[in-house]
């Protein structure tokens, strides 16, 4: 997948339209100093620009997959170097209050600029992947979460955190890794 010609051209085509996203998933984390391999690429968007995301993404030649939902919309290529796009659909405060919270910031060695989430909520994203689907998730996104938590808990507001584990019941496990960084 060609992330930089992808991600260039569909931020440009989302600007035209007038359709705001913030980046998630791995290039989010790659913005924030935590790299993994990635095969896609995850925005956030608005509940109301989800059928202008629709169109533009079917004049880009993606088909929406069948597996969409509400929640989330995800959209593949035929043509293998455009991958997989995938959307996370903000309905809810939490999740629209993320996506007014993203700054922007530099991507892919500094050669697109792109809202992302914030630290705090790429981390509230993945904990509730690990709570809806533990088995599959916990592998992947606990390591994510705890880098995240080392390389900026600083800096990070903490009370957002610690409210996004008590939602989930987890705020044990959030104590458990805040003391690996003591």
Known sequence: MNFKVILKDLLSRFSEAGVEVALS?????????VFRFTK??????LEERVEAVDRIMVEFGYERQ???TEEIVSYVSPLKVF???????????????MLNRAREM?????KVTVKALLPEDLIGLKLQAIVNDPANRYGVDAPDIQQLL????????????????????????????????D
Do not use: C, N
């Open 25 to 33: 998933g791995g290039l989010a984390l790659s913005t924030m100093g």
């Open 40 to 45: 896609d690429i995850d925005f956030v968007v």
């Open 66 to 68: 069948g597996f969409s």
């Open 83 to 97: 991958g997989q796009v995938d959307f996370l659909v903000a309905r809810r405060k939490y999740s629209r209050a």
């Open 106 to 110: 530099p991507v892919l060695d500094g």
């Open 150 to 181: 080392k390389l900026h808990g600083s800096s990070m507001d903490m009370d957002l955190v610690r409210d996004y584990f008590r939602l989930f019941e987890k705020e044990d496990l959030l104590d458990e890794w805040l003391k690996r960084f």
